[in-house]
């Protein structure tokens, strides 16, 4: 494992076992990450040192997890210039629609790439940094290959059931 390239960032303790499978992700991969709670709401002030600060501490890439008014991936997307990913989380009464919908309407002019809500989400944005690393990283890239592999060996090759 190399050092934190990743910042997985999450608006609640409540929101890691949603994002657990980014960092699951990443570490099957070999890349090197960090997972905090940080919130556009209720932390403001140490969100954007944290996020000003990333960069020069080697961090490459965001994964930002958040429910509700889910503003965590836009704010951190408005202070960095490295890709962020936002998965929302389905923590309110609206099942993470509301958290969907927040972070993927950004204004145009700052990007925030969104995934799917949840678990699913989480370990797709794990999968997306990793393919953006494997560009140019053969390592990593090589990594992702055996994923699929081992993905694609877990689906028996066989009839599910015959007649
Ligand atoms: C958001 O509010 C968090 O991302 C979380 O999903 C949601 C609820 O937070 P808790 O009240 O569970 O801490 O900021």
Request: aromatic share 4%; net charge negative.
């Amino acid at each position: 494992m190399d050092d934190a390239r990743v910042a997985i960032l999450m608006g609640s303790k409540n929101d890691w076992e949603i994002m657990k499978p980014a960092a699951d992700t990443l570490e099957k991969l070999g890349i090197g990450f960090e997972a905090r709670v940080l919130s556009a709401h209720r932390t403001p002030a140490r969100l954007v040192r944290f996020v000003e600060e990333a960069e020069g501490r080697g961090i490459r890439a965001f994964i930002c997890g958040a429910g509700g008014a889910a503003h965590l991936a836009g704010v951190v997307a408005a202070h960095t210039l490295r890709p962020v990913f936002g998965v929302p989380i389905p923590s309110s009464d609206l099942d993470g629609l509301d958290a969907l919908l927040a972070t993927v309407q950004m204004p145009g002019g700052i990007p925030v790439g969104t995934l799917a809500i949840g678990k699913a989400g989480a370990k797709n944005a794990a999968l997306l940094v990793a393919a953006a690393f494997g560009v140019g990283d053969d390592g990593v890239r090589e990594r992702i290959a055996k994923f699929r592999e081992e993905q694609a060996g877990a689906i028996p090759d066989e009839p599910l059931a015959e007649g």
